[in-house]
């Protein structure tokens, strides 16, 4: 029996395609993706006040993973160097047991280490802080009388800078106790709501820190399992080359920042206590405040040094300006020695970016996280220069193009043959010889 006409043309109607298939998905994810941001920006300040509460109930193990991650090297440092050998030397033969001893130990002196230095830093340098703190404000109107007495005593010949530099001490002199009377004074009648809060925040800090010491415990105890397992998943859903991709990106993002932190954390630890010992031996005011001011604002690159040594002038030019002069010479000469001796030799001679992107990755963190940002902003832009260097790199290579940035200084144009960059000062010589050429010998 025959066919009717119509049918193959019909079935050549209903022929699927694949590539219609993925035309329709393509719109259609394109229109879902629309759709989401255009959501996500009408209730970014929602979605922003859950993603706040989230971490607010995760803070606890975002301190664990924080404590982890920054007591790892020596945690690897304390079980390869000192207790696997010491604990295989201890059980002979029967070695079973030698690595989950050492680990055990070697997480347990990581630990203490780490509450030891809690423990001075709250025991030894608070207290000490505050006392410094608290004579600062109970003498301020003493110290503002003094440098008034020796601004006047150096302006003896200038009678007219004489008295406008009186004026205004006297004008602030009066505005500090004016704001002591009426900001202060009416202030005291919530003193117990904000010793309430005081203590609901201090508790919940104990409580976060408790929980993230145990949280990092657990992670450094299980470092290797649960770096096996987070590789075995990302082989599983990337595949073999991109697994390769993501975790040589992971080794040199985690590279870069515990390299960064470790050695800024070194850095200014030496730096505060060459700050200590030579305001010790000078005789400064405050010499262990204005340490730890130079120390802990080392830690922000480039602008850490200016933004310590501003407070610390300010605060030892309170009680002596002789002092404070000499103090702002030997922050000179220290943040030299810093940037070229100390810093080099801790960090390396160079992060890989230059002065400019510095600057620029602490501003813009500085402006999205604040200290945070102005903290982590250089690691983290080294690490997205620097995928976004070799992603450039590699597409350059794939052209056959070249790859150093010295080969496109000058550039006049690429030859579309050869593939190579051309000079313009070759390139107009050579447009000059062939013009020479072109014009008839006379």
Same mark, same amino acid.
């Given at each position: 029996?025959?066919? !009717?006409?119509?049918?193959?043309?019909?079935?050549?109607?209903?022929?699927?395609?694949?590539?219609?298939?993925?035309?329709?998905?393509?719109?259609?994810?394109?229109?879902?993706?629309?759709?989401?941001?255009?959501?996500? &920006?009408?209730?970014?300040?929602?979605?922003?006040?859950?993603?706040?509460?989230?971490?607010?109930?995760?803070?606890?193990?975002?301190?664990?993973?924080?404590?982890?991650?920054?007591?790892?090297?020596?945690?690897?440092?304390?079980y390869k160097n000192v207790f696997l050998p010491l604990t295989v030397k201890l059980s002979g033969k029967r070695k079973t047991g030698a690595p989950g001893l050492a680990k055990g130990l070697s997480v347990l002196l990581s630990i203490l280490v780490f509450l030891a230095a809690i423990t001075a830093l709250?025991?030894?340098?608070?207290?000490?802080?505050?006392?410094?703190?608290?004579?600062?404000?109970?003498?301020?109107?003493?110290?503002?009388?003094?440098?008034?007495?020796?601004?006047?005593?150096?302006?003896?010949?200038? !009678?007219?800078?004489?008295?406008?530099?009186?004026?205004?001490?006297?004008?602030?002199?009066?505005?500090?106790?004016?704001?002591?009377?009426?900001?202060?004074?009416?202030?005291?009648?919530?003193?117990?709501?904000?010793v309430t809060a005081g203590v609901y925040y201090f508790v919940r800090g104990i409580y976060n820190l408790v929980i993230g010491i145990i949280v990092s415990v657990y992670l450094l105890g299980n470092s290797e399992s649960a770096s096996a397992r987070a590789m075995r998943l990302c082989y599983c859903v990337?595949?073999?080359?991109?697994?390769?991709?993501?975790?040589?990106?992971?080794?040199?993002?985690?590279?870069?920042?515990?390299?960064?932190?470790?050695?800024?954390?070194?850095?200014?630890?030496?730096?505060?206590?060459?700050?200590?010992?030579?305001?010790?031996?000078?005789?400064?005011?405050?010499?262990?405040?204005?340490?730890?001011?130079?120390?802990?604002?080392?830690?922000?690159?480039?602008?850490?040094? &200016?933004?310590?040594?501003?407070?610390?002038?300010?605060?030892?030019?309170?009680?002596?300006?002789?002092?404070?002069?000499?103090?702002?010479?030997?922050?000179?000469?220290?943040?030299?020695?810093?940037?070229?001796?100390?810093?080099?030799?801790?960090?390396?001679?160079?992060?890989?970016?230059?002065?400019?992107?510095?600057?620029?990755?602490?501003?813009?963190?500085a402006g999205l996280f604040s200290f945070w940002g102005m903290l982590l902003g250089v690691p983290v832009f080294v690490v997205i220069y620097t995928g976004i260097t070799n992603l450039v790199e590699k597409r350059l290579a794939r052209r056959d193009l070249p790859v150093e940035p010295e080969a496109y200084?000058?550039?006049?144009?690429?030859?579309?043959?050869?593939?190579?960059?051309?000079?313009?000062?070759?390139?107009?010589?050579?447009?000059?010889?062939?013009?020479?050429?072109?014009?008839?010998?006379?």
């Amino acid at each position: 029996m025959r066919r !009717p006409k119509g049918c193959a043309a019909v079935r050549r109607v209903f022929n699927w395609d694949k590539k219609y298939l993925y035309w329709g998905v393509t719109a259609f994810c394109v229109v879902a993706c629309s759709i989401l941001f255009y959501m996500a &920006l009408a209730y970014l300040p929602k979605v922003g006040g859950v993603l706040g509460s989230l971490a607010r109930i995760l803070s606890p193990f975002i301190w664990g993973l924080v404590i982890a991650y920054l007591l790892n090297p020596l945690n690897k440092v304390l079980y390869k160097n000192v207790f696997l050998p010491l604990t295989v030397k201890l059980s002979g033969k029967r070695k079973t047991g030698a690595p989950g001893l050492a680990k055990g130990l070697s997480v347990l002196l990581s630990i203490l280490v780490f509450l030891a230095a809690i423990t001075a830093l709250v025991y030894l340098i608070i207290p000490q802080l505050y006392a410094s703190v608290e004579t600062i404000v109970n003498n301020s109107s003493l110290y503002i009388g003094k440098i008034s007495a020796w601004s006047q005593k150096m302006l003896t010949n200038y !009678p007219d800078l004489r008295d406008f530099v009186t004026e205004k001490f006297e004008e602030i002199n009066t505005n500090l106790f004016a704001w002591i009377r009426d900001t202060i004074l009416p202030r005291l009648g919530s003193f117990v709501t904000n010793v309430t809060a005081g203590v609901y925040y201090f508790v919940r800090g104990i409580y976060n820190l408790v929980i993230g010491i145990i949280v990092s415990v657990y992670l450094l105890g299980n470092s290797e399992s649960a770096s096996a397992r987070a590789m075995r998943l990302c082989y599983c859903v990337f595949g073999m080359e991109k697994a390769e991709k993501v975790r040589e990106a992971v080794r040199f993002t985690d590279k870069t920042f515990m390299g960064f932190i470790n050695g800024k954390l070194l850095d200014s630890a030496i730096i505060g206590l060459i700050c200590y010992i030579v305001c010790a031996l000078l005789n400064m005011p405050y010499t262990l405040l204005v340490s730890v001011i130079i120390g802990v604002t080392n830690i922000i690159p480039f602008f850490g040094p &200016l933004i310590g040594a501003i407070p610390s002038a300010f605060i030892i030019l309170l009680v002596d300006p002789v002092k404070s002069l000499i103090f702002i010479v030997f922050i000179i000469i220290l943040q030299q020695i810093d940037g070229n001796i100390i810093g080099p030799k801790i960090l390396g001679s160079s992060i890989g970016i230059n002065g400019f992107w510095v600057m620029f990755s602490i501003i813009l963190g500085a402006g999205l996280f604040s200290f945070w940002g102005m903290l982590l902003g250089v690691p983290v832009f080294v690490v997205i220069y620097t995928g976004i260097t070799n992603l450039v790199e590699k597409r350059l290579a794939r052209r056959d193009l070249p790859v150093e940035p010295e080969a496109y200084a000058d550039l006049d144009h690429i030859d579309p043959v050869t593939r190579m960059p051309v000079k313009k000062a070759a390139y107009e010589e050579d447009e000059k010889i062939a013009e020479e050429k072109k014009t008839p010998a006379e």
